[in-house]
């Protein structure tokens, strides 16, 4: 019960927070609005020129900040959410790599055994020196009459 208490805490508190900043950034958005459509109605004196375009540059140099905010995107969260995937992603890599490791030393293992294998069997054959295996050619084959009246009829026999 506590645990939901604070977890409805936690979410009620995220969620006014991310009210507030929607809510700044479109107050914010309003005034550099207001702001542009002030200064370009009114003439700006050249003592204080190089002072409000310094300022004006650095409001409409984080309206995509405050944009991104109003979207219900924060800034801060994208990063937080990059660093994870590319933690993610070194995690993925390493898995890949003692997979491929892995998949080396098994097929090197079985390899190995095949090997030993020939060479046990090649050096207890009772046929060292002869060939066993009589039957070279599919045509050598003789068939079961059962299963002969199933196969295809080859036109060059009927010929």
């Keep these: 019960m506590v645990k939901e208490a604070k977890r409805t805490f936690k979410e009620r508190s995220q969620m006014d927070k991310a009210r507030r900043g929607w809510w700044f950034s479109i107050f914010f958005l309003i005034v550099i609005v207001g702001l542009v459509g002030f200064l370009s109605k009114t003439q700006i004196v050249g003592e204080n020129k190089d002072i409000l375009v310094g300022i004006l540059g650095v409001l409409t140099g984080s309206i995509s900040s405050m944009m991104a905010i109003a979207s219900g995107r924060d800034p ?84």
């Design 76 to 159: 801060a969260e994208v990063d937080e959410l990059k660093d994870l995937l590319a933690a993610a992603n070194a995690d993925r890599q390493a898995l890949i790599s003692r997979l491929r490791d892995a998949h080396i030393q098994l097929e090197l293992r079985t390899q190995q055994i095949c090997e030993l294998q020939e060479s046990v069997i090649e050096k207890l054959s009772i046929f060292r020196g002869q060939n066993p295996i009589k039957t070279k050619h599919p045509h050598e084959v003789s068939l079961k009459p059962a299963v002969e009246e199933w196969m295809p009829v080859d036109r060059d026999e009927e010929l």
